[in-house]
């Protein structure tokens, strides 16, 4: 046991007096300057070649920002069906609107109910809502079709509503 100690006592001594003779290792400060990461003549080299490299690329092209804008417009008013903006809309009596894939319907007068022929239904987003075949649609709710298989609003009375997407009115 007491072989133990010594050697336990004797390896926390060695420890210990390399850490007070040789311990500089451990004060050293990396990216410091005694030991920097890179040298500052290399880094201020290597930006100047990506700033010539920048001006190099902007010389050749003249950058057109407001067709670089017209194009982003473009893309978008693609991804929306072509029609960003709401479209009011007037729908007879009995006249169902068919909307395709994410098409947004907002019935501004008159009575509807959602036309739903198959399983799940029109989102309410007003609400949070599913709204099934036959459900009353709420004046100046946010009804969004979710996908383009023959869902839609029917109205029950003439109506006013204002739209975005793609959609076709159908009398049934």
């Not at 010594?6 to 030991?35: H, K, M, Q, T």
């Not at 070649?49 to 893309?75: G, H, M, P, Y």
């Not at 894939?101 to 007003?126: F, K």
């Amino acid at each position: 046991m007491r072989r133990k100690i010594y050697i336990a006592g004797l390896a926390l001594s060695f420890l210990a007096g390399s850490l007070l003779v040789g311990g500089n290792w451990i004060s050293a400060n990396p990216g410091g300057e005694e030991d920097p990461l890179a040298a500052v003549s290399y880094v201020d080299m290597r930006i100047e070649e990506l700033k010539q490299l920048i001006n190099a690329q902007s010389a050749d092209r003249q950058v057109n920002t407001e067709a670089v804008v017209n194009e982003v417009l473009a893309d978008i008013a693609g991804f929306f069906g072509g029609n960003m903006a709401f479209v009011p809309v007037h729908v007879y009596a009995g006249q169902t609107i068919l909307g395709g894939e994410g098409v947004e319907i907002i019935r501004r007068s008159g009575g509807a109910l959602a036309h739903v022929p198959g399983p799940d239904g029109l989102v309410n987003a007003s609400a949070g809502l599913d709204l099934d075949h036959g459900h009353p649609i709420t004046a100046n709710h946010l009804i969004i079709i979710p996908r383009e298989d023959g869902r839609g609003i029917r109205a029950t009375q003439d109506s006013w509503f204002i739209i975005r997407g793609d959609f076709t009115i159908v009398t049934q």
